[in-house]
């Protein structure tokens, strides 16, 4: 049995995946899914449903709804988070990075008056900006 994950208008399905009668099972489940969507009136946006094989190993089978084959993602934005297929982390940390630089390049092309000391606050500063309150 999949696990089914719902959050506003987001619906997630997963299961381990490890043979063919897993792979009949996931897509009986979607089957079904889609059968309660309709029973209670909503809609899938089958345009935005996606398929990815997460974890090495992963045998990569084709799933559909209502006969549409599924685009098959290597990553996926999930609540801000960058999920990939092998499960690593530096797709994710890569896009803050070069967030930050471009918003460092920003100030250094816009700042003209650069003294260390006005940049980053010293502790002098800190404390007379304390006590003065």
């Known amino acids: 049995m999949s696990v089914i994950l719902k959050l506003a208008g987001d619906t997630k399905i997963f299961t381990k995946v490890t043979n063919a009668t897993d792979r009949l099972q996931l897509q009986q489940d979607l ?3 889609c059968d309660w969507v309709d029973k209670w009136q909503m809609e899938f946006n089958i345009a935005k449903c996606k398929t990815a094989h997460i974890g090495s190993g992963n ?4 799933y559909s709804i209502r006969g549409r084959r599924l685009d098959v993602v290597t990553e996926e934005k999930d609540l801000r988070v960058l999920i990939s297929s092998n499960l690593k982390v ?9 967030k930050a630089n471009r918003m460092f390049g920003l100030l250094k092309r816009t700042v003209k008056y650069r003294n260390p000391n006005m940049m980053v606050r010293s502790p002098v500063v800190q404390e007379s900006c304390s006590t003065s309150s």
């Open 90 to 98: 530096a797709e994710h940390c890569y896009e803050p990075y070069c």
């Open 59 to 62: 045998i990569e089978h084709d």
């Open 31 to 33: 089957n079904r899914l």
